[in-house]
């Protein structure tokens, strides 16, 4: 921004962004100051255990174990390397489930966007894949593929491809008209439109139904674990349920959510800040 742009803003839009900018630097100051975004989410993670301990210490119950009983549980699937193996096998089913509903809804996603006759002729099977339950689909493909790899892909793929759907025609719908009238005028080829016009704009849309249906594909699969497998997390859990091991059930969900939890602040985030740095630079 140079000193015109700068001269022209409001007064209180020059304070603000002083304040902002004195600020940052302030904050630069104290180490690890990059992880000063993470410090609410660890604060309610510190209020949830000091409420379930509380909890746990009123009621006095086996139903409901304190801390430190899940913590050693915890340990002890770790230590053992159980819950790696487990939580891999897992994470891998989820991911071959997302890649296929991913290729599918971006396909279906940029059609329906383009062509309201495409959009009419899906829009049913959409509508039908949203309202049913993942339970259903899960009963469904154990019944049709029985115990293999295929059960928990085709279930997936079936349970988020709705939503990655939609999530795709309305990045394909942000798109400027006049940037695509531009494209029609100087007559690019299909393929610089998407790689150049669609992706771009494509992305933040993506990522944000990456993370939906990665917590929709977890409910998913640990209901085709439990029904259809013999391995994985959801069969962990089961396992557990059946011995009526509080502390295990809770051990293996909070395992499975500190992974899910890496993933969301290792990778997503990570890779859309890097796929997205374009975005910053042109409004800067």
Known sequence: MNGAQQASLP?????????????MRLLRMFPGWRLWRFYPALLFCVLAVLGWECMA????????????????????ILTSG????????????????????????????IACARRPAVRIFFEPAIVLGLTVPGLVWTLL???????????PV???????????ILTVIQGVNSVDPDIMEMARAYRLRRV???????????????????????????????LVEIFGLSDGVG???????????????MAWTIVFWLAMSVLEYGVFQNAERALSQWRREART
Request: hydrophobic letters at 55%.
């Open 235 to 249: 069969y962990k859990l089961n396992s557990e349920f059946s011995l009526q091991n509080v502390e295990g059930v």
């Open 82 to 109: 159980e819950a790696f193996t487990q939580i891999g096998i897992t994470l891998w089913r989820i991911v071959l489930g997302f890649a296929a509903a991913f290729i599918v809804s971006v396909l279906i996603g």
């Open 57 to 76: 210490r009123v009621l006095h119950s086996a139903l409901v174990p304190d801390v430190g009983t899940i913590a050693g549980e915890i340990s002890r």
């Open 192 to 222: 610089d439109v998407f790689r150049r016009i669609w992706w771009p704009s494509l992305i933040p849309f993506l990522f944000s139904g990456a993370r939906i249906g990665f917590s929709l594909a977890w409910k998913v699969i640990v």
């Open 141 to 151: 493909c154990v019944i049709w593929f029985g115990v293999s790899l295929a059960t």
């Open 154 to 164: 085709v279930a997936i793929a079936l349970g988020i491809a709705p939503t990655l």
């Open 11 to 23: 007064t209180t839009a020059r304070g603000a962004s002083g304040w902002r900018g004195a600020s």
